[in-house]
T-cell receptor, first 113, second 119 residues
Framework: ELKVEQNPLFLSMQEGKNYTIYCNYSTTSDRLYWYRQDPGKSLESLFVLLSNGAVKQEGRLMASLDTKARLSTLHITAAVHDLSATYFCAVDTFNSGTYKYIFGTGTRLKVLA | GAVVSQHPSRVICKSGTSVKIECRSLDFQATTMFWYRQFPKQSLMLMATSNEGSKATYEQGVEKDKFLINHASLTLSTLTVTSAHPEDSSFYIC???????????????FGPGTRLTVL
């Protein structure tokens, strides 16, 4: 059974600080996605990582993918309050004849002013 | 592009009744649609995968007779929660995957979700 684990589950950080969220998965895949979810809302796509070594950056967020280590990271630089949300990684897997996303456990981020 | 809609966005129903949720891909054709469920402060759990014109495939532990899925066309899938009970109260999110020649290179697009409350 595919497992997708995120670390940490909860993160409280001060504005201006840097931190990294980790996403580990247990099966072979070279496609991984990062999403943001605000309370009561659906998912907002952040990054699409489609190959080993892929690195994407948008504003204060940067995501990378190491398919050999089955690890993706989401790095936050100089956090601001607006980044407070829950972040999910999702791994694209092939199972029962279909490609489908399996989500990580989620990381709830709170940025303190 | 790649917009997925859901209807309704919120529904409140009495215990024992059935509720239907619609998921539409508005500007693309979806070979496959997915239904996820999310309980408060938890992750999204895949419930089932549906392909147009065929029976849905349910994940382990999901009752197929309780959660009826119909994928009648390449742009519409419905989830019917039959005989709903308070423990079915949750946030239901659908997702659609576009028809492409290379199925390994598609992205899933997510709907805005439906908040179901069963009294």
């Amino acid at each position: 059974e595919l497992k997708v684990e995120q670390n940490p589950l909860f993160l409280s950080m001060q504005e201006g600080k840097n931190y990294t969220i980790y996403c580990n998965y247990s099966t072979t895949s070279d496609r991984l996605y990062w999403y943001r979810q605000d309370p009561g809302k659906s998912l907002e796509s952040l990054f699409v990582l489609l190959s080993n070594g892929a690195v994407k950056q948008e504003g204060r967020l940067m995501a990378s993918l190491d398919t050999k280590a089955r690890l993706s990271t989401l790095h936050i630089t100089a956090a601001v309050h607006d980044l407070s949300a829950t972040y999910f990684c999702a791994v694209d897997t092939f199972n029962s004849g279909t490609y489908k996303y399996i989500f990580g456990t989620g990381t709830r981020l709170k940025v303190l002013a | 592009g790649a917009v997925v809609s859901q209807h309704p966005s919120r529904v409140i129903c009495k215990s024992g009744t059935s509720v239907k949720i619609e998921c539409r891909s508005l500007d693309f054709q979806a070979t496959t649609m997915f239904w996820y469920r999310q309980f408060p402060k938890q992750s999204l759990m895949l419930m089932a995968t549906s392909n147009e014109g065929s029976k849905a495939t349910y994940e382990q532990g999901v009752e197929k007779d309780k959660f009826l899925i119909n994928h009648a066309s390449l742009t519409l899938s419905t989830l019917t929660v039959t005989s709903a009970h308070p423990e079915d109260s949750s946030f239901y999110i659908c997702s659609a995957r576009e028809v492409m020649l290379d199925p390994t290179n598609n992205e899933q697009f997510f709907g805005p979700g439906t908040r179901l409350t069963v009294l």
